[in-house]
Structure formats: C-alpha cells, structure tokens
C-alpha cells in the first residue's frame, strides 16, 4: 500500500537515491517502509504543473472545489490502514488518531461549506456614477482570489489535522490554490496515504493535474529549494522557531519575496490572579496537571509558564501540582529526537541558577516516554534569564513566582509574542486589574478566561496565531476558516464587462453572497 | 509658521545639528526654511511616546477615534499657507494641491465614517455548547485590534495624500496604531504643517501624547533607526523600489520581523487588441498622449507600457501617439533629483539595442520641466531586454510591437508584478482571448477595460497594490478603507466574561456592527 514514491502531480515517481525510514517511538523501532527524497528535478516538475494547474483551478466554482474537498474527506475516511500508520509513526493512542482524522475531515468540510457559500471572496462593489463631477466615477469591483501555488510544511505534531491535508492544505485549496505538500519525514507514510487519498478525490472530480504534489524529504534542502522557487508563491508552515525562521528568511531573500505564514513556538502564559488561587488553588493545580502533560506537552498550546504572585495560595497550588503531576503515567514522545530535545532543554533549564525543581517524575519509562517536570523560579530571576523564556516542548511547566501584581505585568510585556494567554480570577478579580489584562492581550492572539489554553477550537471566532514568533505574521489565524485568508488578494475590476465579471461580481448576484454594493451589505442583486 | 522643528509626540523639538532645505522646481531654487533632522534621542521617545499612547489609543471608541480624524480633517483646511507651500516645495499646480488636499481629507472623513460604523472589527462569535459530546465547546469572540506603532514613509509625489496625514495614515489611526511619520524631505515644510494640524486635532479631541509624531529627516539613517525599533510594529512606505526593498529587508531581519506594506514600482501595462486599434487607433493614441503626460507623468499608475500585435492599426496608433504627445506643453518634475533620474533612466533606455525613438520633445523646456518620449521595440527583443521592463518613473511610454497575441501573452506572463493593466478591447473581441486576460490578471491587482490606469479613485472596491514589486504584500489595498487591514490581527476571546468584552462582542450588540454569530452575519444581539 505504502510505496515510499513522492506524487509529482498525479503519478507516482521515485527518481531519486536518497532514502529514509520512519520510526515507531512506542517500540523503539525503525518502520519498514522506505520513502524516496524528491530530487530536484521532481521538485521542478511539481511546481510546473501546479503553475500550470493554478490557471484552472484558480476559476474553479465554488460548487465545484467543495466536490473536490469533500471527495478528499471520503477519501480519507475510506482509507483501511491509516489509523495503524498514523499509530505507529507517531507513538500517538489510536484515539487520539482517530480524533485528529476527524478533525481533518470536519476542516476539509467546513472549506467546502465556506466555498459553496461563496462570501469569502468578499465582493465588493462600488457602481459607476457617469455624470459625477469633475470626473466621472468608473464601476469598481473588487473580489478575492487564489496567489498561487501553496507549499506546505506539515507539523510533526499534528500528522493529519496539520500536515498533509491539515488546515494549510484545505485553505489554500479553498482559495484556488495548488498546494505542494513538503511531506514531514517523521510521519512520510501517513503523509503518503492521505496523499493518495488527495489525488483519488483530485482526479474523481475532474481537478487538473498538479494540483496536488507531496514531496518526500528527509533533510532541509528539498523545503529550501521549495521555497526559493519562482513558481512557488506563498508558504506555510507548522514547527519549531528555528525551522519557520529559516523559511521565512529564505523567502524574504527571494528576487520576489513571498508571505510565509509560520506558526512556530509558544510558552502560552497563565496568569493567576491572588483571589482565584485563593478560592481554587488545588482544583487549578489538577487542571494544570492534566493540561501541562496532555499529548505528553506536545501541543502548541502547552501551559509552560504559569504566574503568580508570591502567597501562601501560591504555593498550596505549587505544592499540589507538583504532587498531582507526577502521578500522571508517562506518555510516548512523537519522535526519539522530539525526546532527546526535550530531555537537553530540560537539561539546560534545570541547570540555570535559581530555580527550583519543585516535581519530576523519577520512575523508570521505557523508551522516548517523557518524564514530567515542574519547576519555580522568582520573578526577577526569570526576567534576567532569557534561556527560561524559551518554549521547552514537552511536559514541562515553570512557575513564576512573582513580588507584585506591577512585577507580573512588567515581566508579561517582556514576553515574547505567544499563541494563548490565561487569565485565573475569582469573581470581579479581573475587573481589578486592567493593566494586566492589557498586558497579555499585547501578546497574544487568543485570551482565556479561567481556563486551559490547550484544545483549539475549529470555528470562525478562533484565533491560532500571535505576535511573533508565535507567528510570522500577527495578522492571520492558522485556524479556522478564516485561515483562507493567508493564500488570497484582493483583486479589483474597473468597468469590465458584465459577461465577462466572475459570478459573484455580476449584477445579478447568482452566487447569492453576501456583497458590499455602494457602502451596504447585501444579497440583492444590483 | 514653519519652525523646521520635529513633533516629538505633542512637543516641537529640534536637538540635532544636520539641516537641510526644500527646494523650488519651478523657480529652480532653495526655499528658505530650515529643518532639523532629528537625533536618535528624538527617535527613541516618539517610540516610547507611541508605545505608551498604544495602551489607550487601542482602546478608544470609534466614535472617539473619528472625532479625531474628523479634527485632523478640518485643521488641515483650516491651514492658511498649506497650497501655497505645497506649491512651492513640489512644482505642482495650485489645482493638483487643491484637489490633492480634498482627496486627503475625504480620506481621513472616510475612515472616520468606517470606525464610527465600527463593522470593519468583523466580529465573529461562536458562542458555548457546554453539553457537546465528546468535549464541551467554550465560547469564543474574535475581532480585530490594532498592531501597535506604525511607521509612515510619505511619497514624494503625493504630499498630501500619500504622505504626512495621508492613506497609510489615517488608516492606521483609525485602527488605533499610533503613527511615527518618517517626513519627507522633498516636502517637509508641507509636512510639518499637516503635522501641525494633527496635533492639533489630537490635543483638541483629547488623543495621547505620543498618538502622532513627525520626523524630520534627509538621509536613510533616520528611516533605518525607526523600521529597526523594537517598539515598532508595521511600516507604511510609498516610494522606489530600491527604497521600499531596504526596508522590507531590513523589517525581516528584526528579531521580531514586522509587516512593511511597500506600493513601489509599476509600468501598468496596456494590452491592446487588434480589434480595438482597427476601430480606434486614433480615439485610443489621443488618450493615451494624455494618460502617460498626466501629471508630468509622475504617478505610481502611470501607463509605461503598451502592448500590440504589429498591423497597420499599430503602426497608425503609434504614429498619432507620437505626433500628439510632443504637441503637449511639457511640465515641471517635483524635484531636480527625479528630473535626473528620468534623464539618466530615459538615456539608458534610448540606448538600449533594437529600439526606436518614435516621438521625442524636443523644444527647450525651463529647468525641471520634462520632455516627453515615446519609443517602440518588437516583443522578442522586449522579452530579451529585462532593463526595458524598469519603471521609467516621468511622462515616457514605450510601445512593444508583438508578432502575435501568444506572444504577447508569453510576455505579459514574463512581467513582474504590476498595479494595473488595462485592456483595450472592440465589442466582444475580450471574449476571444480569455488566456491574455488570465495573463494580465495574473501580474496585476487591478484590470482596467476601455480606460487609462491614471486615476484612482478612493473607495471600498479599489484595489491599489499588486504582486511584487508593485508591492511587497499583495494580499492587502494601499488605497481605501480596507486599506486599514494592513495594521490589525484578529484577537480572540475564550470564556471571556461579558462586562470586560469590547462593545463590539458584547451580547447586546451596542455599536449595532454587523457580525458573524454562529456562521449567520446579523446586526441583532444574541
């Protein structure tokens, strides 16, 4: 079933001689199937038919992209050995399997109603007024439509809902993208079944060749001329700081420079204020055990920084957390390399002045299961410190233990940008301090209020992005449906001809989308 | 009136030692007025004054926020001496200034009606399903908040609306983004008097210290200074290509990179079919002698470029365009240095092999004024030649004569990216090529059928940007209220309590803004 070949377009193809295996971190050993890298001129190929492609597929209906990703759904779900793949290249429960393929099925249909619907284009026009003076108004109307072909970087953590035909993938084929999918080499076989299941769904309803491509690669060269190619205009990426970095400085560097929407790293802040830890200090220190080592800390969203301000309500919570978490069973880390990183940052960490280990779990865990550790630190140390205001990906989280509410707002606004913030407090709490609340909202894309940061709802009003390096560019979500947005411009037409106008651009508005016709929202035809 | 000094936030400064002037092109000479350049001292408190006045100005209503505008808006009419230095510091004519200071302050009177509207947040909401299976859902609300300071790069050729309190301007207020404006020198007197009426309207509608600064400034280093501030978060930047490009690299190798929305080069290429020069070669070359000397052919939508397939409609177009465009008086450039640069850039296209010079101005002209020039070339050697394809920023055109229309689809396809391209088209004969329309729309952001690309009109529908390097993100409008997009991300509130929302995710709906609650766009509360 697993070839090991990229798909350049629709056919399989295997050219190269570099090759990899994936890892199966539950039984500490290496999978059986062997991918081939991409070469070059594959690479080439792929991004020629997906140029090719993008004149067609950039003036597909909206009925007919939602056939396309709905037949990639099915696609998906009717897959027999997906689970078990998924399963055995990522150390992941078969639940967890399961959930994730269902919220990539739930993401690909919630495009195809957003595309069927047809709004998001936002149309926008602004009709002509011939007799105005001194100039006449010409007819203005203005919609938007795909870039071009998408790469996409799928994250390690994520081997279907963010990667192959994750949230980046259905977003940019939503927007009349073509997407090349850089295959991530700690999951090539799941990444090889749900791209099978793509060019199924690609060629049942009548897509054109190249609008899909998944490319193996087990090193850093084949992203790179990815993203250095001409053809290639706009990427996206899931992963570590270092990796969206690179990406990103690399498409600035392009002759034409590129968008690179780069969702990266993120200690997503907790702050709890003195009456919540007060009223609530034990049953928060076991709901913050749960969160910090849920997926084994392996969420984006991970709490791995909580602040405080120094009380005995404080320490009551670290003192419970610290008990509650290292009752918690060790979980399988996703790659032997994911648990070496963890365990060096955890290393480093443990080893900075001035802190305290507070928990860690010291049973014995069979191979690339992650041990648990909580650490506190004071505030002025952790301000100093830089090195502990690094993301350290894994079941590891940090108490601050801040002097003064003026402390913990000070030390917020030194943050770097972060996906999530969290605000404990007890009734009228918050109210009593703005400043801070101000504070975390300056650097973070999505606010909590008395809850976990972890668990990212898929829905319009979701915000997954942040001021950097949560992200590269504050300005998207990277999910939701409004996470389309990345892969499209606005696109304007001046006194064109009605029959020649787009639907949903046309008088008659057959799209029935909602418009902005001479400042008014409406559905009426013009 | 014109004190030469900085507006570091609400205070006039002038602590540096290095001076400069403006200078006059019509009379050929310097204008009396000294300016300050300012200090790096100077730079660091305009941040600090915006990164402060960001904690409050983020916050203000709309309403508040288009009192401000609104005041911005009658200040600058209330300015006695604004045309007449204007005139003195740019060449232009007292009309241009007086059109030019009506389009800006429609703007600002646009952006106020926009925020005092208040659906431009576009507020989303999914509100909590606490009995879903297999996980509650919480509630979330998301609508957009401004980024932070917002650097401004006025345009030399626009130096009222593209520039002190122009589009980038009055977009990024009324996001609630302080604005530090990098002034231009070949118009700082007429900056500083706009600066003037700013503050004034921001002290008068009781805006923060800090909310608006004007920097004066000769050089790049001062520019440099403000785009690498840490506590800088976008910059707006009309200009060259060469200087947009400096700063967008130099935004990318923050630490933290920040979004520069640069409109820079375009040649707005003209494709005219066959159809349409057999029916009105002469109609279209009148026009266009006209569109391409508009404004000593010194805007960004200036038509540098015009493309046909070699016929006798061709050559006659040609040969009417010629004769007409030296019968038009030629004009003043804004400033000895672009006169140069169009001397310099013009001598290195006339030197270029395989063209010819078919139309060339040459009556004596006063100092500053332009000649105007127009030169043909066939399409292999066009495709050939990649410095023909430079923007030849004055009143020049050159008209490229292809074999055929696939050629002239394969060159557009070969263009970098553009603001505009315009078709010129007989009744029906667009219908027969939809492959050079694909291609046009393909490097532009705006299509033209039937007109010139001079001429922008400000409106929602306008689209004023394009692929690079007509801009460096083509996925936002420098032109238009949506143009205010530039300056914001989404932000999403999770559990967030309903007396600490923002007004505009309340459940009552008090601003009345239109919203998307629970995927239906409705005004009414929940």
């Known amino acids: 079933m697993i070839t090991g070949k990229n798909f350049i377009g629709f056919t399989p193809s295997a050219n190269g001689t570099k090759t990899y295996k994936t890892f199966n971190p539950q039984t500490n050993v290496e999978n059986e199937d062997v991918f081939t890298e991409a070469t070059s001129e594959e690479i080439n190929q792929a991004v020629a038919l997906a140029t090719e492609a993008f004149k067609t597929f950039s003036k597909t209906s909206g009925t007919d992209k939602a056939a396309f990703l709905n037949a990639i759904a099915d696609e998906i779900m009717a897959l027999e050995t997906l689970v078990e793949t998924y399963c055995k290249e990522s150390g992941l429960p078969e639940g967890r399997a399961m959930g994730e393929r269902g919220r990539t099925v739930g993401q690909l249909r919630a495009f195809a109603n957003l595309v069927t619907e047809g709004s998001w284009v936002e149309a926008t026009i602004d009709t002509a007024q011939p007799a105005r003076e001194p100039m006449p108004k010409p007819d203005l109307r203005k919609m938007n439509i795909g870039l071009g072909p998408v790469v996409v970087f799928g994250a390690s953590n994520f081997p279907l809902a963010y990667s192959t035909a994750g949230g980046d993938t259905a977003a940019a084929l939503a927007a009349g993208c073509p997407v090349i999918v850089k295959s991530h080499p700690m999951h090539a076989g799941t990444g090889e079944l749900i791209a099978s299941a793509v060019i199924k769904a690609a060629k049942k309803t009548n897509m054109p060749d190249g609008v899909f491509s ?37 498409a600035g560097q392009r002759e034409e420079p590129i968008p690179v929407f780069a969702e990266m790293g993120s200690v997503n802040p907790v702050v709890m204020l003195p009456k919540a830890l007060e009223e609530k200090s034990e049953a928060w220190a076991k709901t913050y055990a749960s969160s910090i080592t849920l997926g084994t800390g392996q969420f984006c969203t991970n709490p791995g920084l909580l602040f405080g301000v120094k009380s005995d309500a404080l320490t009551q919570f670290v003192d419970v957390l610290a008990k509650e978490i290292v009752e918690i069973a060790p979980s399988c880390m996703l790659h032997p390399n994911i648990k070496g990183a ?185």
């Open 342 to 526: 963890y365990d060096k940052n955890k290393d480093r960490a443990l080893q900075q002045e001035a802190i305290t280990v507070v928990a860690n779990y010291e049973g014995d865990v069979k191979p690339n299961y992650a041990q648990q550790t909580v650490i506190t630190v004071d505030g002025a140390t952790f301000l100093e410190n830089t090195t502990l205001h690094q993301e350290l990906f894994g079941p590891f989280s940090m108490v601050v233990q801040c002097e003064s509410l003026e402390e913990l707002e000070h030390i917020i606004y030194k943050l770097e940008g972060q996906l999530t913030g969290t605000l404990l407090a007890a009734e009228g709490e918050a109210e009593t301090c703005p400043e801070i609340v101000n504070a975390v909202q300056n650097r973070v894309g999505r606010i909590i209020f008395n809850g976990v940061p972890t668990g990212v709802e898929v829905c319009p009003a979701m915000v997954h992005g942040g001021p950097y390096p949560a992200s590269t560019d504050s300005r998207f979500t990277a999910v939701g449906t409004q996470s389309i947005k990345r892969w499209v411009r606005p696109f304007s037409y001046q006194d064109w001809p009605e029959n020649l106008l787009p639907e949903a651009l046309q008088d008659a508005n057959p799209l029935g989308v909602l418009r902005l016709v001479n400042g008014v929202e409406t559905r009426d035809k013009i």
């Open 214 to 250: 998944n490319i193996n690669s087990s090193g850093i060269e084949v992203g790179q001329q990815l993203v250095s190619h001409p053809g290639v205009k706009a990427v996206g990426f899931t992963g570590s700081i270092r990796g969206g970095r690179a990406l990103y400085d690399l």
